[in-house]
């Protein structure tokens, strides 16, 4: 298994090189996030033993399932599913350094007192629904300035960027169209000051296509750790 994941990293850090050289990038200017949703502690670690470091996770009860077997090792903990108010406090607990789906006033609401109450801030990406499925989660596009504004007044959350969910499709101008909306949002909000830097956008399938359109950070599962049990669309709902 760790020559399957050391072969895998190598193989997509190469398709992240060769998107940003036709997109005319430097592959420095974006990162790779693993999305370790049902992959084990142990296999993990492989990835940490190959120089990655930045992992994404769906659920808090497997935050918490993989905390203490991680936690010797230096990484960055995203999380990129669908978080429930009530799993606020533990969203802090086990140590995430940045919540990806930020999309709704309520649940910024409960993560700004929950903050206020340990003393701590966090980073925030705020999630957009570019492909206007009623499976999909995120804040409509339309409601972009006005959601970004009120997060803004929350002085415990640092809002870093935006992120979205392409459309799953294999028509590839379909999923483009939703990765250029979310770079359109970006620079809508960085005409009002707000510092939405990173596009967190692109995953195994349509990585390249997000590059292009300017992603800073493509999240990466399957194609590192191999087919997952369910689909995708399972496993985005923290309530699942």
Not at 146 to 168: N, P
Not at 199 to 221: C, F, H, K, Q
């Amino acid at each position: 298994m760790e020559t399957t994941i050391q072969n895998n990293i190598a193989s997509i850090l190469g398709r992240i090189e060769n998107a940003c050289k036709r997109a005319n990038r430097d592959p420095e200017d974006v990162k790779l996030l693993l999305a370790t949703k049902t992959v084990s502690a142990e296999n993990i670690k492989i990835a940490f033993n190959h120089h990655q470091s930045l992992i994404g996770e769906n659920k808090i009860q497997e935050i918490k399932a993989k905390y203490e077997s991680l936690k010797p090792f230096p990484h960055q903990k995203h999380f990129i599913g669908h978080l429930q108010t009530n799993k606020v406090k533990e969203l802090i607990r086990y140590d995430v350094d940045c919540i990806q789906s930020l999309d709704r006033l309520r649940l910024a609401e409960k993560l700004q007192n929950r903050l206020e109450y340990e003393d701590r801030t966090m980073d925030a990406y705020l999630q957009f629904n570019t492909s206007f499925e009623e499976s999909k989660f995120g804040m409509h596009p339309d409601q972009a300035v006005k959601f970004a504004l009120e997060v803004q007044q929350f002085d415990r959350i640092r809002i870093k960027g935006l992120m979205t969910i392409g459309l799953f499709s294999a028509e590839h101008e379909k999923v483009r169209k939703c990765f250029k909306l979310l770079k359109g949002i970006q620079l809508q909000l960085l005409d009002k000051g707000i510092p939405v830097n990173e596009l967190s956008m692109g995953m195994s399938g349509d990585l390249e296509i997000a590059i292009e359109e300017g992603a800073t950070m493509v999240r990466v599962g399957t194609a590192v750790f191999g087919k997952r049990e369910h689909p995708d669309s399972y496993y985005w709902n923290e309530g699942k």
